[in-house]
C-alpha cells in the first residue's frame, strides 16, 4: 500500500477506521501513539512496584473459578523471586483453558499490567498476556498505544501502521539545512522514532511531546494547516469584488452628526476597513474588540462607504433583540443623511415582509436583520458589503448565504465582526485565512465594573442590593440559569424567577424576557426597560449581546457556575454603559467543579476580554473554543497552541515562503497531511 492508496481491509473494518480519520497509508503513518508501554525489560516479582505498569514473565501454578464475592478466574504464577495473583472479572471459558494448557506444559506467560496489594499478596487485575517460549526475545522499542475506537484493537493498528511505514513515500519536503538550523530531525526520522522509539529515548519527553521528533511533527501539522489557509487567502484574492472607493463624503457627513468622537482604535480599524473596501478582490476581514469597544459605528461607516459607491450594505445579526437594537440605531444615525434603512426579520407580518423584501430588491441601501436575509425569497439590488455581527453564533454555511446574495462574479466584501475576542495564537493559526482587525481601546466615559461572588446561601443580601439600586434611580438585570438540556426547562424556571422576584419586590416594576417570546413582544418588553418604565428585568441569555441600556448598573446572574466565560463576560458588558458605578454579581451553588471554579475565579479577576479570551482557550482548548470555524479547518492533534506558539510563528513563516517559491513542494506537503480533506476555506 502507498501512501495515497486506500487502507486494504474489510468494509466493516475500513469503516470504523474512518471514524479515527484512517482512510489512505499516509493517515496511517501520521495516526501517531498517546502513550508508550515499556515491554523491554522483565522485572522479577519481588521487586516489582506498586501502581507502575510493567511486565513479569512467570510459570502458572493454579488456575481457578471462584464465585464469592463474584464470578472471576484467579490464577496464581511465580518466578524465581516470588508469587503472585492474577484476577480476571471478565473472562471467557477460552482463557480458562489456555491457562490451564500453560500450567499443565509448564509454559510462561509474559504479563503485563500494574501490581496492587490484595488479599492474598500482590495481584494483577485484568493484565495483559501471552504465552511465550523460553527463547523468545524481548521487543527492542517501546509499545506504542493509539487512539483507538470500538472493535479495533491495538493489535489490529500495529499490524496496519507496521507496513504503512514501509511502503509509505517519508521523503523530506523541507530544507535539510533549515531542519539543523532549527534542531529538528528528518520527516522519516521522526516519524519512524514516534512509532517505534529505542530503551533509551527519555520517556517524559515522548509523554509531554517535547523530544525533538515530537516538535518535528508538531512543526509540520501547524505548516499544512498554515498552508491550507493561506492558499484559501490567496485563491480569494484572485475572485473581483465591487471596487468601494467613494470619496468618503458620507461617513464625514456621519463622524460630524455624532454626539461622540472615534477613539485612536476605531480610527485605525475604519482605515484598515476603508483600505480594503478599494481594492478589486473581496474583503475578508475579522473585526474584534470587547464589549462596548464600538464596532457597530465602524460597521456603520464601512456601510456608509459601501452605499456611496452605488451598491447596498447587508447588516445580519443571530438574534431579533440584537438585529431591532442595530437596526434602531443605524437608522438613527443614517436617515438624516438621506440613506434608506430597512428591516428584514422572520416574525414580520406578511405585508410588511413583501414590503420590506421590495425595498430590498429595489431602493433600500441598508437592509439589517436575523438569518432572514439569507433566505431564498430576498434578492438584493446590487449587494456590495455583507456584514455579520457576532459571525461566531452563525454556522459556516449561514455566513456563505449571505455571500452569494451578492453578483456571482463579484461577491460582496465580507465584515465579521465579534465582541468574543480571538487569542493571539489563534488568530495566527485557525483564522490565518483572514485579516484581523481589533479594537483594543474602550470609548472615554466607560466606567469599570466591579464584579462580586457571592453564594446563593446569600440570595437575601443580594435582593436587598436590587431594591437599593432600584431606590437610587437605577434599573437591574436578573439572569436566570443556564440549562442547556431543555429549552423548556429554561423557560419554566424564567417564569418561576420573575414570578419569585415578583413576590419578594412586591412594589417594584418587574419585567420578564425570554427566547419564546413573540418578537414584537420582546421588543415591547425592551423597550420598557429601555424608557425606565421596569425596574428589574429578569431574562434569560436573550439579552447576551447588543442590549444597550444605560441606566441600568446591576446585573445578576443566577447559577453563574452553569455559564460559559465568553457568556458571562458578554452579560457583565450589559452594565457599566451609562455614567453610574455598575456592579455584577455572579450568584454560584456549591459544591463547585474544578472548572466551574477556574471560570468564575478568572471572570472575578479580569475585565480584559483577550485575557480572559486567553485563560479561557487554556482551559477549553482550541476545539471547543473554534467552534463552527471548525469546517473546512484542519483541526490541530499534535501541537498545543498554549506551548507551541513559536512553531506557529515559524510555520506561518515556512509557509509564505513555501507558496510564493516551492507551490509544488507546498502542494505535496498538504497531501500528505490533509489528503481529500484539504479544501480551500469558503466561510
Known amino acids: 500500500m502507498s501512501d495515497g492508496d486506500e487502507i486494504q481491509a474489510p468494509a466493516a473494518i475500513k469503516a470504523k477506521l474512518r471514524k479515527l480519520g484512517l482512510v489512505r497509508g499516509d493517515d496511517l503513518v501520521l495516526h501517531l501513539p498517546i502513550r508508550y508501554e515499556d515491554e523491554t525489560l522483565i522485572t522479577p516479582i519481588a521487586l516489582a512496584l506498586g501502581g507502575v505498569p510493567l511486565q513479569v514473565e512467570a510459570v502458572v501454578l493454579e488456575v481457578t473459578v471462584q464465585f464469592r464475592p463474584r464470578r472471576q478466574l484467579v490464577a496464581r504464577v511465580s518466578d524465581d523471586s516470588g508469587e503472585l495473583v492474577l484476577r480476571f472479572l471478565n473472562f471467557y471459558g477460552s482463557q480458562i483453558k489456555q491457562l490451564e494448557t500453560a500450567r499443565d506444559e509448564g509454559r510462561r506467560l509474559r504479563l503485563f499490567g500494574e501490581i496492587r496489594e490484595g488479599f492474598f499478596g500482590p495481584e494483577m487485575v485484568h493484565p495483559r498476556y501471552r504465552v511465550v517460549t523460553d527463547d523468545q526475545n524481548l521487543p527492542q522499542s517501546l509499545t506504542p498505544v493509539y487512539p483507538t475506537t470500538a472493535g479495533i484493537s491495538q493489535n489490529l493498528l500495529r499490524k496496519l501502521i507496521l507496513p504503512a511505514l514501509a511502503d509509505a513515500d517519508l521523503g523530506e519536503l523541507l530544507d535539510a539545512r533549515w531542519c539543523l538550523r532549527h534542531e529538528l530531525p528528518s520527516f522519516a526520522e521522526a516519524v519512524q522514532l514516534l512509532h517505534a522509539p529505542p530503551p533509551g529515548v527519555p520517556e517524559d519527553e515522548l509523554q509531554l511531546r517535547t523530544h525533538p521528533a515530537w516538535q518535528r511533527i508538531k512543526f509540520d501539522e501547524v505548516l499544512a494547516q498554515q498552508l491550507s489557509l493561506r492558499r484559501a487567502y490567496m485563491a480569494r484574492r484572485k475572485k473581483g469584488a465591487p471596487l468601494l472607493d467613494g470619496p468618503g463624503q458620507l461617513a464625514g457627513q456621519l463622524l460630524a452628526a455624532l454626539p461622540f468622537g472615534l477613539t485612536g482604535a476605531q480610527q485605525r480599524v475604519y482605515a484598515e476597513i476603508a483600505a480594503d473596501l478599494a481594492q478589486p478582490y473581496p474583503m475578508q476581514r475579522l473585526l474584534q474588540g470587547d464589549v462596548g469597544s464600538g464596532k457597530t459605528i465602524v460597521a456603520a461607516l464601512a456601510a456608509c462607504q459601501a452605499i456611496e459607491s452605488g451598491y447596498q450594505a447587508a447588516f445580519m445579526a443571530p438574534t431579533e433583540i440584537l438585529a431591532e437594537q442595530h437596526y434602531l440605531k443605524l437608522r438613527a444615525w443614517l436617515e438624516p443623511l438621506g440613506i434608506e434603512v430597512a428591516w428584514l426579520t422572520g416574525s414580520l407580518k406578511k405585508a410588511a415582509k413583501q414590503a420590506m423584501l421590495l425595498q430590498a430588491a429595489t431602493s433600500a441601501q441598508l437592509i439589517v436583520g436575523t438569518h432572514a436575509l439569507i433566505q431564498e425569497s430576498v434578492d438584493f439590488a446590487r449587494l456590495g458589503l455583507a456584514i455579520v455581527d457576532e459571525q461566531h453564533r452563525f454556522g459556516v454555511a449561514q455566513r456563505l448565504e449571505l455571500r452569494k446574495k451578492g453578483d456571482n462574479a463579484t461577491p460582496p466584501h465580507q465584515l465579521m465582526m465579534s465582541a468574543t475576542p480571538i487569542p493571539r495564537t489563534l488568530a495566527m493559526s485557525y483564522y490565518a485565512d483572514l485579516d484581523v482587525s481589533v479594537l483594543d481601546e474602550l470609548p472615554p466615559g466607560r466606567r469599570p465594573i466591579r464584579t462580586r461572588l457571592i453564594s446563593d446561601l446569600r440570595r437575601s443580601e443580594v435582593i436587598a442590593r436590587v431594591r437599593g439600586a432600584v431606590a437610587s434611580g437605577r434599573q437591574a438585570y436578573w ?27 412586591g412594589d417594584l416594576r418587574i419585567g420578564l424576557v425570554h427566547g419564546r417570546l413573540k418578537s414584537d413582544e420582546k421588543a415591547a418588553t425592551m423597550a420598557t426597560f429601555a424608557a425606565g418604565e421596569i425596574d428589574v428585568l429578569v431574562a434569560t441569555t436573550v439579552i447576551e449581546v447588543g442590549v444597550d441600556v444605560p441606566n441600568a448598573s446591576l446585573m445578576v446572574i443566577e447559577h453563574a ?36 471554579r477556574s471560570r468564575l475565579k478568572i471572570i472575578y479577576e479580569n475585565t480584559d476580554g483577550f485575557e480572559i479570551a486567553r485563560q479561557d482557550l487554556h482551559l477549553r482548548g482550541p476545539g471547543e473554543f473554534v467552534g463552527s470555524r471548525q469546517s473546512g479547518v484542519p483541526l490541530l492533534r499534535y501541537a498545543d497552541l498554549e506551548v507551541d506558539t513559536d512553531l506557529v510563528e515559524l510555520a506561518r513563516q515556512m509557509a509564505e515562503h513555501l507558496l510564493l517559491n516551492d507551490p ?10 490533509l489528503g481529500s480533506r484539504e479544501e480551500l476555506l469558503k466561510a
Open 479 to 505: 439572569v436566570c440559569p443556564l440549562i442547556e438540556e431543555s429549552e423548556k426547562l429554561q423557560l419554566q424556571t424564567a417564569i418561576d424567577t420573575h414570578a419569585a422576584l415578583s413576590a419578594e419586590l
Open 561 to 596: 457556575e452553569r455559564f460559559g466565560l465568553s457568556q458571562l463576560h458578554q452579560l457583565r458588558g450589559r452594565v457599566g454603559r451609562g455614567v453610574h458605578d455598575s456592579v455584577c454579581v455572579l450568584l454560584y451553588q456549591q459544591p463547585l467543579s474544578w472548572t466551574a
Open 664 to 673: 509544488e513542494r507546498a502542494g505535496r506537503h498538504l497531501k500528505r497531511w
